[in-house]
């Protein structure tokens, strides 16, 4: 069965850090793209980032870009977002998600992050 | 990187069918064939419904149809059920190796 379980979640200052952790299960992590998607309460879906299989390539939303960075280790079956310089508007449930290059399959059930002094 | 255009609320009573519309530009929606949809019940992660505009997860009722024409795809359930009764979402491949959601579309089923 695959599984996806989100950690790292807090309430954290503006201008804070956080890294979030996704530790996958099930399948096969080393073939797939994952994502990281979040959702701001009431708010609709944002996709953030995305990671290649392999870890050789990554993207990110032009509100991320420079601040957050995806990263993932094969070996440990975990995906990775660090997320720096934390703004009020990045609270929202983060999820990781599997898939392919833009599809997602598997979500986990998210992490929340909340950035309030 | 705009978010895709949804309308914010769509209805039909049950065995109808309803057909939620994401509006893009020739740079996302109408440029590749890299549309999905997916359904977000309350309080639950979002599940894949659609794929690459019309492919269809296994596990995913066939009364879930995709189609684009333009700028423009579509989500069709037909023979609706009061467990449809969810908030669903487009996605899209934007270029320039980014993806763009919609905004949404809750759908009641009366």
């Known amino acids: 069965e695959v599984q996806l379980v989100e950690s790292g979640g807090d309430l954290v200052q503006p201008g804070g850090s956080l890294r979030l952790s996704c530790a996958a299960s099930?399948?096969?992590?080393?073939?797939?793209?994952m994502h990281w998607v979040r959702q701001a309460p009431g708010k609709g879906l944002v996709w953030v980032s995305r990671i290649h299989s392999d870890g050789t390539s990554t993207n990110y939303a032009d509100s991320v870009k420079g601040r957050f960075t995806i990263s993932r280790d094969n070996a440990k079956n975990t995906l990775y977002l660090q997320m720096n310089s934390l703004r009020s508007e990045d609270t929202a449930v983060y999820y990781c998600?599997?898939?392919?290059?833009?599809?997602?399959?598997?979500w986990g059930q998210g992490t929340l992050v909340t950035v309030s002094s | 990187q705009s978010a895709l255009t949804q309308p914010r609320s769509v209805s039909g009573s049950p065995g109808q069918s309803v057909t939620i519309s994401c509006t893009g530009t020739s740079s996302d929606v109408g440029g590749y064939n890299y549309v999905s949809w997916y359904q977000q019940h309350p309080g639950k992660a979002p599940k894949l419904m659609i794929y690459d505009v019309s492919k269809r997860p296994s596990g995913v009722p066939d009364r879930f149809s995709g189609s684009k024409s333009g700028n423009t795809a579509s989500l069709t359930i037909s023979g609706l059920q009061a467990e449809d009764e969810a908030d669903y979402y487009c996605c899209s491949y934007a270029g320039s190796y980014t993806v763009v959601f919609g905004g949404g579309t809750d759908l009641t089923v009366l």
């Open positions: 099930g399948f096969t992590f080393s073939s797939y793209w």
């Open positions: 998600a599997r898939g392919g290059s833009t599809w997602k399959d598997y």
